[in-house]
């Protein structure tokens, strides 16, 4: 079983709270939404629970069967789709999907992923030549098939048309049962598979 427990955490920017007293406990096999308006500190604590950025006061654990991991291996369980994470622009989508599996690992086969978010057709195209939309798709899968144990995703369904969404959606409901999966949204089609919502605005001063 793999468990995050977060205690009190609490983080600021200069003079600004941000959230104050985030207590969770997230396990192996559960979905979560992180919900709240825009400029609410989801990103924020995403960040926070990812270990990517440090909480001003509280504790974070990762467990794995009870043994504490430490700080510095928390990436190596980790993977994480965000706005704001880019992919290596001179790869083709093929190649991105590659070295995802020789840097992480993967739960299939490239060829199979390919199909499955139907990209396919766009396998020896350049991620910079790529729309929005299948760049998302792209970033989601490279994402979601890794074999880690927490899926860390912020506003998952930016740049994505309607059927696009579904794809999503079914991805999450038939390719992430042993995983933690946490998103941060406040759209109700991102999250709307979770099974326990966070609201921000019960973490703030």
Same mark, same amino acid.
């Given at each position: ?38 400029? !609410? ?7 926070? =629970?990812?270990?990517?950025?440090? $909480? ?6 990762? /467990? ?17 789709? $965000? ?22 690992? /993967? ?45 860390? /995703? ?5 740049? =994505? #048309?309607? $059927? ?13 049962? !042993?995983?933690?999966?946490i998103i941060a949204s406040n759209q109700l089609h991102e999250y709307q598979?979770?099974?326990?919502? /966070? #609201? ?6």
């Amino acid at each position: 079983m793999f468990i995050i427990q977060a205690r009190e955490l609490s983080k600021k920017y200069q003079t600004q709270r941000i959230f104050d007293n985030f207590s969770a406990t997230f396990e192996q096999g559960r979905k979560y939404a992180i919900i709240g308006p825009n400029g !609410s500190g989801k990103s924020t604590l995403l960040k926070t =629970l990812s270990n990517y950025s440090s $909480a001003d006061k509280g504790k974070l654990q990762y /467990l794995k069967q009870g043994r504490v991991i430490q700080d510095y291996s928390i990436f190596t369980h980790i993977s994480y789709a $965000a706005p704001y994470v880019n992919l290596f622009r001179e790869f083709t989508v093929a190649e991105t999907l590659h070295w995802v599996k020789q840097s992480k690992g /993967l739960t299939k086969e490239v060829k199979d992923i390919l199909e499955i978010t139907q990209l396919h057709t766009a396998k020896h195209k350049y991620v910079k030549y790529l729309s929005s939309g299948m760049y998302q798709r792209l970033k989601l899968a490279a994402a979601i098939f890794t074999i880690y144990d927490v899926l860390f /995703l912020d506003e998952p369904c930016t740049n =994505l #048309d309607q $059927a696009s969404i579904q794809l999503y959606q079914e991805w999450i409901h038939s390719h992430t049962d !042993s995983k933690i999966v946490i998103i941060a949204s406040n759209q109700l089609h991102e999250y709307q598979m979770c099974d326990t919502i /966070l #609201d921000m605005l019960n973490y703030k001063l």
